[in-house]
């Protein structure tokens, strides 16, 4: 995919592509890498999601917008959005990476993203990347409906398990990937009841368990209807 077709999916075009270039370059392709611009992006992304929900959702609590912002912030919501922009087409990897399939990971994509919303800032300002955040969301946003979110993924699975008397989920971390400052987790939801087990991978320990929740939830509600 052209740099052209990303501007037009983006609806913005970059003054400096040096920056653009800069966050489609992960660390394992050398330095320049997407790093700094990430950690700007992440900042920068959830500061104007908080907003764009504090203002759409005047009559919910602190805890209830939180849930909201979850929702549309966590590793595989970014991962969509980075899917609709084709960027694993885009993305600069070293030979390892791209080799196995890092084009598209998870939370290579993610990480992506939030670069480019770092690089959208300090090209255009402030501004720029909150038209952009709007553009991208504005569907996943317009779809929320905090009566159905208003539970994570594990309070819900803790409850149905409850209703039924049977014993609390496990939750077991399988694998730490990655360094201390870019780790991947993979956690293994266990419901002993039903004999299942479900898979979730996240940037923190958390996130995988909410997937990890996720997936175990929506097996339960198929087995019991």
Not at 109 to 121: K, R, Y
Not at 167 to 177: N, S, W
Request: proline share 2%.
């Amino acid at each position: 995919m052209s740099l052209a077709r990303l501007f037009g999916r983006l609806g913005y075009q970059f003054a400096d592509q040096g920056l653009l270039q800069t966050a489609l370059t992960h660390r394992s392709f050398g330095t320049p890498n997407n790093e700094r611009m990430e950690f700007l992006g992440d900042a920068i992304l959830g500061c104007v999601i908080t907003s764009i929900l504090y203002d759409k959702f005047p009559d919910l609590t602190e805890g209830q917008l939180s849930r909201q912002r979850a929702s549309l912030v966590r590793q595989e919501a970014l991962q969509i959005v980075a899917q609709t922009l084709c960027l694993g087409e885009l993305i600069r990897l070293g030979e390892g990476e791209r080799k196995t399939g890092g084009s598209q990971r998870a939370s290579i994509l993610a990480d992506t993203f939030e670069a480019i919303i770092g690089a959208v800032h300090l090209d255009g300002g402030a501004g720029a990347a909150k038209s952009v955040i709007e553009r991208l969301f504005a569907d996943s946003i317009a779809s929320l409906d905090p009566s159905i979110n208003a539970k994570d993924a594990k309070t819900s699975l803790q409850e149905l398990l409850q209703g039924r008397r049977m014993g609390l989920p496990r939750y077991e971390v399988c694998e730490v990937r990655g360094e201390a400052h870019d780790q991947e987790f993979e956690v293994e939801c266990v419901v002993a009841e039903y004999d299942l087990r479900c898979r979730g991978v996240g940037r923190s320990r958390r996130t995988a368990e909410q997937v990890a929740a996720t997936g175990a939830l929506s097996t339960l509600q198929e087995c019991i209807r």
